[in-house]
């Protein structure tokens, strides 16, 4: 599903240049669940963002499902974040002024396709938010919900619009060791039931080795650990 070919990434600040990914090379399968780790710096997140189609000032090629990313127009690359990708991130980006229907339906109001109606979108919100345990905090503000749960809202968010390909930049690292537990467990049955391709950033060990493949980040570069699971 996910080609690298020489994906190299710098940044210039003045007469200076810093190299953040290396002729990075890397193939991920549709329905793996795949880890990436390494220290802060290392070129995780730039990586992530590539994949996404945030940043598209690299060189090499970044293709996902035979799409070439940077070939895209803009238009094409909205509707490829829209569509294809869900993404997740350490902090929960929930608005507090809206309850958590409201906050997972955000998507339905960015989607470029045709108007969804109201009954439809509002169907979806509770199906996506029976995934994730969370149907009866529907009518909820996002502050009255512990960690773990806005983590869960956002989740659902990222799910909404069905997502092939879901991108996690540190998911776990506002939650206690239980409560992260309890996200990669939903994180796996998303990944087993609705066979969507997930790559999780993450500085913890124990939550990178529950993932189908272990990959280390250093320097710039990507580094297989091999299969961690049976």
């Known amino acids: 599903m996910i080609e690298l070919r020489g994906l190299s990434k710098s940044y210039r600040s003045g007469t200076a240049t810093t190299q953040v990914l290396r002729d990075v090379e890397l193939s991920i399968a549709h329905g793996e669940l795949v880890s990436l780790i390494g220290r802060s710096g290392?070129?995780?997140t730039?990586?992530?963002h590539a994949i996404g189609?945030?940043?598209r000032n690299y060189t090499g090629t970044v293709r996902v499902?035979?799409?070439d990313l940077r070939a895209l127009r803009d238009g094409g690359l909205s509707d490829y974040r829209n569509r294809t990708v869900g993404f997740v991130f350490q902090s929960f980006y929930l608005l507090p002024h809206l309850s958590c229907a409201e906050n997972v339906a955000l998507p339905a109001v960015f989607a470029r396709r045709a108007p969804q109606s109201k009954a439809s979108i509002q169907a979806r919100v509770l199906e996506v938010l029976r995934h994730v345990d969370l149907e009866e905090k529907a009518g909820a503000l996002p502050s009255t919900l512990s960690g773990g749960q806005r983590q869960r809202v956002a989740i659902?968010?990222?799910l909404f619009n069905r997502p092939s390909l879901m991108l996690c930049d540190e998911p776990t690292g506002n939650l206690d060791r239980e409560m992260g537990e309890a996200i990669m467990r939903l994180f796996r049955r998303l990944n087993e039931e609705e066979e969507i391709t997930m790559?999780?950033?993450t500085h913890d060990p124990a939550i990178a080795s529950s993932a189908d493949r272990q990959l280390v980040v250093r320097d710039g570069?990507?580094?297989e650990e091999g299969a961690v699971r049976a």
């Open 53 to 55: 189609g945030l940043d």
């Open 199 to 201: 790559i999780i950033v």
């Open 46 to 48: 730039t990586l992530l």
């Open 221 to 223: 570069t990507v580094h």
């Open 156 to 158: 659902a968010r990222a």
């Open 65 to 67: 499902g035979g799409q």
């Open 42 to 44: 290392s070129g995780k």
